[in-house]
Nanobody, 127 residues
């Protein structure tokens, strides 16, 4: 059974960096051909895709967040992490990590199913 668990601080001050880690069990984050994604849901709004790191370490980001977002991984711990810089109260959300089934063709990343999700973690940006 694949399990994902988000961890990190629940409160971040404006202008600081939000850092979250997703610990994966039951699957390897280097296993072909999965990818590992961060998604968030602000209060009263829909899901927002933030970015992804693929089985080979390639990363793709939402254009609207690309300048502030970084996703990395620690294969020895089977973890992947999110950093979001210069946060504002608009970054307050429940943050989820998820496994993605995807196709890879001519350098393109083509997701087609998000099959396992973490339970989500609330992050509030406030002074």
């Amino acid at each position: 059974q694949v399990q994902l668990q988000e961890s990190g601080p629940g409160l971040v001050k404006p202008s600081q960096t939000l850092s979250l880690t997703c610990t994966v069990s039951g699957a390897s984050i280097t296993g072909s051909y999965y990818a590992w994604s961060w998604i968030r849901q602000p209060p009263g709004k829909g899901l927002e895709w933030m970015g992804v790191i693929t089985y080979d370490g390639s990363t793709y980001y939402s254009p609207s967040l690309k300048s502030r977002t970084s996703i990395s991984r620690d294969t020895s711990k089977n973890q992947f992490s999110l950093q979001l810089t210069s946060v504002t109260p608009e970054d307050t959300a429940v943050y989820y990590c998820a496994r993605v089934q995807a196709l890879y063709y001519s350098g393109s990343y083509l997701p087609y199913e998000y099959d396992y999700w973490g339970q989500g973690t609330q992050v509030t940006v406030s002074s």
